[in-house]
């Protein structure tokens, strides 16, 4: 009230009796109330390997965007694909620094959670509707756990990018037996190099970045990608056959720096997991609307490409006879539940 006084005596010809008498309603009326400042924005930048079109980048790209519109601007959440870092393990860590609130591994999920390599397993996860039952549900809660324990990082969402087929450029993989002698680019995670060497290729690590010039090159015959990465990335400039495999499900997720989540108030929490879960259903619709040998065939072979169907029987037979044994020993438990699970 001291400040008021000084405030009206000073500056403005409002008589102390006025605003004695009047209160906060003589204050307001007065032209005395002090201005509210609005508080700034929560800054919430999301990094990601990839540009649209890529399926995420469409999804989070569409997530920022509606975070600001349902928050009325209290967060203000920038999506930045293929901008801000070229590589996935540098957005992991960005995110794990908080330098970057928000970013995930892309398809090198396995590399920075080592916890996700038994999903890569070749022929382990069956079917979309097992995946996403199980990542939205009693695994996907316990991994999220564990990686707010370890890594400091809080799971927003799981989704995919599908499952892997090879590409390659000299002839089609039908049978294990055609990858004998074959140079596969493989993600630099174990598990995709045992999966090419176990079924009978020659599997070489290789950050994306290289993978064009290789390519053309001919350092390497090709390598496996899901059917919705291998049209936005343009691997058909590089390749000139498709061979659809499914070998690999290619589980990945969005994370959020664990400090910012905590520091989020219940009600910004829930329109993160909210939007965060609508945008994992736009990525989902997105790969699985062309992981099919009709739709492949459709996206790809304008482009120049080949696309034939796999021998998947004989590739599961191969996996599981000379692959799964030590995944099965080294994940234990988790690769029963998995094994077991009934969609």
Not at 85 to 95: D, G, P, Q, R, Y
Not at 203 to 219: D, L, N, T
Not at 322 to 337: F, M, R, S, T, V
């Amino acid at each position: 009230m001291a400040d008021i006084m000084k405030i009206s005596s000073r500056n403005l010809p409002v008589r102390r009796r006025t605003v004695m008498k009047g209160g906060l309603a003589g204050i307001v009326a007065s032209g005395l109330a002090p201005t509210i400042a609005k508080a700034a924005p929560i800054k919430m930048v999301m990094a990601h390997i990839n540009a649209v079109p890529e399926s995420a980048a469409i999804a989070f790209d569409w997530q920022a965007q509606e975070v600001k519109k349902r928050s009325n601007g209290e967060i203000d959440m920038q999506f930045f694909g293929a901008t801000l870092m070229s590589k996935e393990l540098e957005i992991m860590n960005a995110v794990k620094s908080g330098n970057v609130q928000m970013g995930g591994p892309a398809g090198a999920a396995a590399t920075v959670f080592p916890e996700m390599g038994v999903f890569l397993v070749p022929y382990l996860v069956k079917d979309y509707d097992q995946a996403y039952k199980m990542f939205n549900g009693k695994i996907g809660d316990t991994l999220d756990k564990q990686f707010q324990e370890k890594y400091k990082l809080k799971t927003m969402c799981f989704f995919d990018y599908g499952f892997r087929h090879f590409w390659t450029s000299k002839k089609p993989i039908v049978e294990p037996k055609d990858l004998r002698g074959a140079k596969i680019r493989v993600q630099q995670a174990k598990v995709f190099g045992d999966t090419i060497n176990g079924l009978g290729g020659n599997a070489v690590p290789m950050a994306w970045g290289e993978v064009i010039s290789a390519a053309k090159q001919g350092v390497i015959d090709g390598g496996d990608l899901p059917i919705v990465n291998q049209i936005a990335l343009k691997i058909y400039e590089v390749s000139k056959y498709c061979s659809m495999t499914f070998h690999n499900y290619g589980p990945t997720l969005n994370t959020m720096n664990l400090a910012t989540w905590e520091g989020l108030s219940d009600a910004h929490k829930k329109l993160m997991m909210d939007t965060s879960r609508e945008a994992q259903e736009k990525c989902r619709q997105l790969t699985e609307s062309v992981d099919n040998f009709e739709a492949a065939k459709k996206e790809l072979e304008p482009k120049g490409m080949t696309v034939v169907k796999g021998d998947v029987a004989a590739f599961r037979k191969v996996a599981q006879d000379k692959i799964w044994p030590a995944y099965k020993k080294q994940y234990g438990e988790l690769w029963d539940q998995i094994e077991t699970f009934k969609a």
